[in-house]
């Protein structure tokens, strides 16, 4: 008797084992790797909203080649170390065949090294910095244009509509806006634009009452202010600077593409513009669908253009995926993303070459006036 049992008990482990290994080949995990805390989580947070929505319809339709994806998450916590561990715990222990998140470079620098020593295909949904993937190398990919072509676009628009002078205003505690400013005073000058006045802080200062001082004692006769920040700066800058009479209009990257200056700023969030990576006023088809599906999900609009980047990025590897063979093969999937040309993504066309995988993009030009970002142009 206690051998049947025995055998019964052998046999329900041997088939409970074997639908796990079957369920587990039946799936391809795909890591959502997302600042969904601290100081990036109001970008990296739609981002990976978006990211997850076009999982659930690709797996909604059949999933990939008749396997379902599976979305592995974990948030980085807006901290490098815990995003590079994280990086290491997707491809270790979760057998992520691809890593997908971040919208700053300072994090993909920090998971990047890792997916790069791992050889495991690394889509970064909303970094920036122009030389990103070469410091990264061949598995690393980027959804968005380059800070070049953010910084490049508001330049232009600046010095067409809003002046030739102007006051930049630069936190030096991140690669991504340090070379955001530089990419604007580059081309700014180029123009014929005057950087009257240049100010430093670090992320995270809580007063800013040092450097507005300056600037109101000496504007330099600026007339429109460049803030190269992160989101969770842009409100505080923003009021502080208005809250002592500073009406200049306020220009930046798409670290200022935040719900974060409305929700601080208030009243004062106005004459606000970014350069950025879409406007979901764009009647296109493409755009319309994601939004609304995006809104059906999550009981609200896309916050911002980090959404679209999630989505795209999701959408892209969905098929490269399509076209492997074998969907654990990562230099296979790697081969396939490279191979990517004429991606018609939310947030534009993306194609890749051996020789580079920043996408050649256009930049939107917004502007936040009651509570909500406007599109205003394209550049």
């Known amino acids: 008797m206690k051998k049947a049992i025995v055998s019964v008990l052998l ?17 391809i995990k795909i890591g959502a790797l997302f600042n969904l805390t601290g100081g990036q989580a109001s970008i ?33 916590k807006t901290d490098q170390a815990t995003c590079a561990n994280n990086a290491k715990k997707m491809i270790d ?26 050889q495991v295909p690394f889509v970064i949904t909303g970094a920036t910095l122009p030389d990103l993937c070469e410091q990264i190398g061949d598995y690393s990919f980027m959804i968005p244009f380059g800070d070049d072509t953010c910084a490049y676009a508001a330049a232009e628009y600046a010095y067409a509509e809003l002046g030739t002078k102007c006051y930049l205003l630069i ?73 002592k009479g500073v009406e200049l209009p306020i220009v930046s990257g798409d670290g200022f593409d935040t719900p974060l200056i409305a929700e601080v700023a208030g009243d004062q969030a106005h004459d606000v513009y970014v350069s950025t990576h879409c406007s979901y006023t764009n009647e296109a088809e493409n755009i319309q669908n994601f939004v609304a599906a995006y809104t059906e999900a999550y009981g609200t609009a896309p916050e911002n253009a980090f959404a679209g980047l999630g989505y795209d990025a999701m959408d892209l590897i969905g098929q490269a995926l399509a076209t492997v063979e074998d969907p654990t093969d990562t230099a296979a999937i790697k ?10 993504g939310v947030t534009g066309t993306i194609s890749y070459t ?26």
């Open 11 to 27: 046999t329900a482990a041997l088939l409970t084992s074997g639908m796990s290994v079957m369920a587990e080949e039946d799936t």
């Open 44 to 76: 990296d947070t739609p981002s990976y909203q978006g990211f997850k929505l076009k999982a659930d319809e690709i797996n909604a339709a059949g999933g990939i080649n008749g396997r379902m994806i599976e979305v592995v998450s974990y948030d980085g």
């Open 93 to 118: 222990v979760d057998n992520c065949v691809v890593i997908s998140g971040f919208s700053d470079s300072n994090y993909a620098l920090a998971a990047g090294a890792i997916t790069q020593e791992k």
């Open 171 to 243: 936190d030096q505690s991140m690669e991504f806006t340090k070379t955001l400013a530089e990419c604007f005073q580059e081309r700014f000058e180029e123009l014929g634009g005057e950087i009257v006045a240049t100010d430093n802080y670090m992320n995270g200062d809580p007063d800013f009452s040092a450097q507005i001082d300056k600037f109101t004692n000496n504007d330099g006769g600026a007339e429109f202010m460049f803030f190269s920040g992160v989101p969770d700066d842009a409100g505080p800058l923003v009021l502080q600077y208005r809250d």
């Open 335 to 344: 081969d396939a993303i490279e191979a990517t040309t004429e991606f018609k």
């Open 354 to 379: 051996a020789d580079s995988h920043k996408p050649d993009k256009t930049a939107s030009i917004l502007e936040l006036s009651d509570g909500e970002f406007h599109f205003v142009t394209e550049e």
